[in-house]
């Protein structure tokens, strides 16, 4: 086993290298990435990013959202994956926040909302610029941080809770840059070799032994 690794420290160069990167999802504001995200629940980035252009024409704010319905709203997420549920999701959204300004961006209030975890919601949150109020973990965090000896298990809920009782709320971008970094190099099949963390990461450090 590695020796007991400081996170707070170590983990910044990951945070370095990912500080400025914008999420996957190809949007264009507020409104749309709250729609994007709330469809690419257990679908792909690019899946949503394909069909995101012609659902925006159609519907191209909360307020024209709120009058869809969902035999409207089919042509443009027929192809999502929970297509049904999610088409429901968003026109009740919408109808509770009727205009874009009235999107909230604090994590009680977007959690409130249908179709928005946490997960969702601190994607929101990092991309509106605004302060952490948790970490981001997706299916590459659940698949890094244990890898890497951060936290353990394979549940998201309590994988978030040990990275946020490791790291100051300052690094809580943690989150985005391990996915970043699962996307990127730590893959299923891992690329140690060219990964900025392996010095302190007890999955590669358990391949030397």
Sequence with gaps: MPAKVNWPEAIKPLLKKYKSK???L????????????V???????RNINSLAPALFKAFPDMKALSKATEDT????????????NKA??????????KKDEAI????????????????????????????????????????????????????????????????????????????FLGREICRPQPKCEICLMRDVCAYYQSLQS
């Design 26 to 37: 190809d949007y264009e504001s507020i409104y749309q990435l709250v729609v994007m995200v």
């Design 39 to 45: 469809l690419s629940a257990q679908d792909s980035d």
């Design 104 to 179: 909230p961006l604090n994590l009680e209030a977007l959690t409130a909302l249908p179709g928005i975890g946490r997960k969702s919601a601190n994607v929101i949150l990092r991309e509106a610029g605004k302060p952490a109020e948790g970490v981001i973990v997706d299916l590459h965090v659940v698949r890094v941080a244990p890898r890497l000896g951060i936290a353990s298990g394979t549940d998201p809920k309590k994988i978030e809770k040990q990275i946020m009782d490791t790291l100051p709320s300052s690094e809580w971008d943690a989150g985005m840059a391990m996915s």
């Design 73 to 84: 709203l089919q042509p443009y997420v027929g192809k999502v994956r929970n297509f049904g």
């Design 22 to 24: 914008k999420h996957p």
């Design 88 to 97: 429901k999701w968003l026109i009740e959204m919408a109808g509770k926040i």
